[in-house]
């Protein structure tokens, strides 16, 4: 490849240099583009813009590849713990025996929120949604923990990073008791983080939690699955809303606010609901059928994604843990079996072939969620636990970029140009 691209508009040829990655496709710094030529690039959706330098995440969409800092989401699932992904995204190397045990009493240390947040919490209807109370009680950190919210400062910066990833478990089981109308569940320091989730979402004080390995692990896998995924839609929100100066809590609020949407991090909801609605595996055709439909606005959801081109290297994951969580559990939804059906039927149809539409992460993850006893309510709730990590990641890189400036798109105008104002009398 050149290092630089020649662009020419009208009668300028400007030179651009080309800038590569370690792996994946080069880009073209266009930078100085608008100053060169006068014209703006347009790309809404940014479907062929970089937003930024990264080292923490890299997706081949077309061969279904996703590494963190150069390791396999694959083997990340099967032989680490979130705790390990957490210390790896944030500081670019997997821990030591001894790092990881100071990281992870770090994070334990962490987990309680100051008792006024509970106050806070009361404000809410009883039927609020967890990802509105996760939205408020997030941004509201930032108004007890004062001591981190000096964003020039790497030690700041760090402490905020821990305490999001501590506090996230606790303020999402606080936002489900809060929802069925049982007693907050303060956090167990000799529980892991993925236990003490558990216990505090499903444990009561009127008796005693027994964490159940393998959900323990299956969910542990789970956050490690979500943990981060590059420059996605609530990811860039977290950047954007940074690239201003605005505190670490604020931004993770913008992100889960993002999260929320059902093309994004709501889709595991949107699809168990989707796959209950389905019901039996006779009516799978009639939904195929609508999700082809142009006039008819249904997607299937759980299908698809923007950057994969191929079957979702978690998407694989999730289907083994639905396996063995319902082993575990001694359960048996039939809504599994219509997934599988769903999915089967989808991959031979030249629809789905043609558009490459595969299973993503969110197809299997609600069925696994339930079987928990998660109700679909909190699904996104506990993507948005496990996101935090790399949102803060990925803003902490931000913030210690040189070449960080606010983030600032422009736009094509089609509205009415300059006119004179009419007063209303004349109107
Ligand atoms: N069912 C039916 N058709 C689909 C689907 C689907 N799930 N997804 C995409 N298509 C079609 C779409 O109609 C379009 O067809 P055409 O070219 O004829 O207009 C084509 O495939 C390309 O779709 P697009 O909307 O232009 O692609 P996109 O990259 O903008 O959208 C997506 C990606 C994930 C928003 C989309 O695939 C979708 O809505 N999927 C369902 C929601 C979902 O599962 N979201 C979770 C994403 S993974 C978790 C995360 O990262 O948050």
Redesign the pocket.
């Known amino acids: 490849m050149t290092d630089t691209a020649k662009i020419t508009l009208g009668d300028k040829t400007v030179d651009s240099p080309v800038l590569s990655g370690t792996v994946g496709p080069d880009v073209v710094d266009i930078r100085k583009f608008y100053a060169q030529t006068g014209a703006f690039t347009y790309d809404p ?1 940014f ?1 062929s813009t970089a937003s930024c330098e990264s080292k923490l995440t890299y997706i081949d969409g077309d061969e279904g590849v996703l590494l963190h800092r150069g390791y396999a989401i694959g083997d990340l699932a099967e032989h680490s713990s979130f705790m390990e992904v957490c210390y790896l995204l944030l500081n670019g190397e997997l821990p030591t025996a001894d790092e990881l045990k100071t990281f992870d009493y770090t994070i334990t240390r962490h987990t309680m929120l100051h008792e006024q947040l509970a106050t806070f919490y009361r404000g809410f209807r009883r039927d609020a949604h967890p990802m509105a109370i996760m939205c408020g009680v997030v941004g509201a950190l930032s108004a007890f923990y004062h001591d981190s919210t000096d964003i020039q400062d790497p030690h700041q910066r760090m402490i905020a990073s821990h305490r999001l990833i501590a506090k996230m478990p606790t303020i999402a089981a606080m936002a489900y008791k809060y929802s069925v109308g049982q007693p907050f569940i303060y956090p167990d320091n000799k529980l892991s983080y993925t236990g003490n989730f558990l216990r505090m979402t499903f444990g009561v004080p009127a008796e005693e939690y027994e964490v159940v390995p393998a959900v323990e692990r299956a969910l542990d896998r789970i956050f490690i699955l979500h943990a981060d ?1 590059e420059q ?2 609530s990811t860039s929100t977290v950047r954007l809303a940074g690239s201003s100066g605005a505190n670490p809590f604020a931004c993770i609020a913008a992100g889960i606010a993002c ?1 929320w949407g ?4 709501g ?1 595991n909801e ?2 168990l609901n989707m796959l209950r609605e389905i019901g039996r595996p006779e009516r799978i055709p009639e939904y195929i059928a609508r ?2 439909d ?1 006039d008819d606005p249904f ?8 950057v994969y081109k191929n079957y ?1 290297p978690r998407a694989t994951v999730m289907q083994k843990t639905v396996r063995e969580v319902f082993d575990a559990l001694k359960v048996n939804d039939p809504v599994f079996e219509v997934a599988l059906q769903l999915e089967e039927m989808a991959l031979n149809d030249d ?2 072939v043609e ?1 490459k ?1 595969f299973p ?4 299997y993850s609600g069925v696994i969620l339930s079987a928990i006893g998660f109700p679909t309510t909190m699904f996104t709730a506990l993507f948005a636990l496990a996101r935090t990590v790399g949102w803060v990641a990925q803003w902490n890189e931000m913030i210690s970029d040189p070449a960080q400036k606010i983030g600032r798109p422009r736009q094509l105008y089609t509205g009415p140009a300059h006119r004179p104002y009419v007063p209303v009398s004349q109107r």
């Open positions: 959706g479907t995924h996605n839609a999260l059902p093309a994004h991090g889709a949107a699809a999700a082809k142009k997607r299937l959801m759980g299908f698809g994604h923007r979702d629809y789905f558009k539409l993503n992460v969110d197809f």
